[in-house]
Nanobody, 128 residues
């Protein structure tokens, strides 16, 4: 089992920034590709960003088009933590953000149903 706990959500004005953190415990963190999903009010959960297992400076990352150039995912295997730096936030970024873990980086292309573990989420509200 892997336990995931998100933090860092909150209320921010449009154009502002937030950094989400996801602390993992349980199985070996470096064995998992990590990612973030979000669920806007009244909508389905959607993919945001993913990073492969290594977490090194040359890690492979993957983003949904709507956040490219604004969000950055990073992974610190020594701290068992994955981050999502969110800049230039827009009202349409308002959602509950969930951390996810899976053994295979390619699973993020298959969507939320392919994830092995989930956190409970942290809410992000962007006001206009």
């Amino acid at each position: 089992q892997v336990q995931l706990v998100e933090s860092g959500g909150g209320l921010v004005q449009a154009g502002g920034s937030l950094r989400l953190s996801c602390a993992a415990s349980g199985r070996t963190f470096s064995n998992y590709a990590m990612g973030w999903f979000r669920q806007p009010p009244g909508k389905e959960r959607e993919f945001v960003a993913a990073i492969n297992r290594s977490g090194n400076s040359g890690s492979s990352t993957y983003y949904t088009d709507s956040v490219k150039g604004r969000f950055t995912i990073s992974k610190n295997n020594a701290k068992n933590t994955v981050y999502l730096q969110m800049n230039s936030l827009k009202p349409e970024d308002t959602a509950v953000y969930y951390c996810a873990a899976t053994r295979y980086y390619s699973d993020y292309q298959r969507g939320a149903g392919a994830m092995d573990y989930w956190g409970k989420g942290t809410p992000v509200t962007v006001s206009s």
